[in-house]
C-alpha cells in the first residue's frame, strides 16, 4: 500500500512550531512529505465569522480550538496586526526543500482564501493567488507547480486561476483517487490529487474514535488499489498531537507501508479519469468542501 502526508500549514504558529518538529520526526523516520505553506499574513481570528456555518460550534467543541491554536494566533487579525508568516520566517521555509521535502501553496491570506473564495471574483481569486505566486519565488527561487486550497474550497474561478499559473498538479479535494477536474463543461489541466483519508480534527472527540485507537483506525482505511493521501496540520500533527503522530507513523511503517509523494502520484505514469468537481458536506467538518464525483465522464 502507498501513502503520500499532504502537510497543510494555516498559522504563524503552525509555521515557527509545527514546520520544524515536523521536519526533524519526518527526516528521523525517512519519509517524505509534501508541504503547503501559506505565505502571507495570518489573520486567524478572522474566522470567528465560521460561527454561521454548519457543524461549526460541533468541531470547535471536540477540538479545543484554544488549546490547539493558542490564543495569541486566536487573536491575530482582529486584536492583534496578523504576522506577515513569508517575510517572518523565510529561512525556516526554505529549508523545507534544503532538506529534501516538496513545497507547495496552500494560499496568502488562508482565512481570506477559505471563507471568502465561494462568492470572491476569478479576477479577485487571481489577485490573491498571484501574491502567493510571488512570495513563494521570492523564497524559493523558483515557480510553484503545485497548491492545495485552504479548507478544501475549490470550484470552478479557482480551478481557471490553477491553470493560468500553470500548475502540474493540486490537491484541493476530497475523494479517492487522482483526477482530472471537471465543472459544467470544462476540464481542467491540473491534475487534482484528493485527500482521502479522514483528518485528525475530523475524527478527535468523537466517542467512537477513541485517540488510543485512531493508529489502528487509520491502518484499516488504506487502500491498495490506489495511492492514500493523509492531510495532516502543523498545528495539530506538528504541535498538541506530535506524539501521537509519531505513534501513528511507527505503526504505518511496521506495516511495510510505501511512503511516496504527491510529485511521484502525479508524474507516474496512468490514465487518470475525468470526474466532476462539487460541492458537498464531510463529516467532522463545518460548511460544504470540493469532492470527487465518480464514474460521470
Not at 85 to 112: M, N, P, V, W
Request: charged letters at 25%.
Amino acid at each position: 500500500m502507498k501513502l503520500a502526508i499532504k502537510i497543510d500549514v494555516d498559522t504563524e504558529a503552525g509555521t515557527r512550531i509545527g514546520v520544524p518538529n515536523l521536519l526533524a520526526l519526518l527526516t528521523e523516520l525517512k519519509i517524505p512529505a509534501t508541504f503547503y505553506l501559506s505565505l502571507g499574513p495570518d489573520n486567524t481570528g478572522r474566522a470567528i465569522k465560521r460561527i454561521f456555518r454548519k457543524g461549526f460550534f460541533k468541531k470547535v467543541s471536540r477540538t479545543s480550538v484554544i488549546s490547539t491554536y493558542g490564543l495569541r494566533t486566536l487573536l491575530n487579525g482582529v486584536l492583534l496586526p496578523g504576522p506577515h508568516i513569508g517575510k517572518k520566517h523565510e529561512t525556516l521555509l526554505r529549508s523545507i526543500k534544503e532538506q529534501g521535502f516538496e513545497a507547495g501553496i496552500h494560499c496568502y491570506d488562508h482565512q481570506k482564501w477559505q471563507d471568502g473564495v465561494t462568492n470572491a471574483s476569478e479576477h479577485e481569486i487571481a489577485s490573491w493567488f498571484q501574491k502567493a505566486l510571488d512570495e513563494f519565488e521570492r523564497i524559493f527561487g523558483i515557480k510553484a507547480t503545485t497548491a492545495g486550497a485552504p479548507g478544501w474550497q475549490a470550484n470552478e474561478k479557482t480551478l481557471a486561476v490553477y491553470d493560468k499559473a500553470n500548475l502540474k498538479y493540486a490537491s484541493d479535494c476530497r475523494g479517492t483517487a487522482p483526477f482530472y477536474p471537471k465543472i459544467g463543461e470544462k476540464v481542467y489541466k491540473a491534475l487534482q490529487i484528493p485527500t482521502t483519508l479522514p483528518t485528525l480534527d475530523e475524527l478527535l472527540g468523537r466517542p467512537e474514535f477513541p485517540l488510543e485507537k485512531l493508529a489502528a483506525r487509520y491502518s484499516s482505511l488504506l487502500k491498495n488499489d490506489t495511492p492514500n493521501v493523509l492531510t495532516i496540520h502543523t498545528e495539530l500533527e506538528g504541535m498538541k498531537y506530535l506524539a501521537w503522530f509519531r505513534t501513528l507513523l511507527l505503526e504505518l511503517k511496521s506495516q511495510q507501508i510505501q511512503f511516496i509523494t504527491l510529485s511521484e502520484i502525479a508524474s507516474s505514469p496512468n490514465n487518470y479519469p475525468i470526474c466532476a468537481l462539487i460541492q458537498k458536506e464531510v463529516e467532522g467538518r463545518s460548511g460544504k468542501l470540493a469532492w470527487q464525483e465518480i464514474n460521470t465522464n
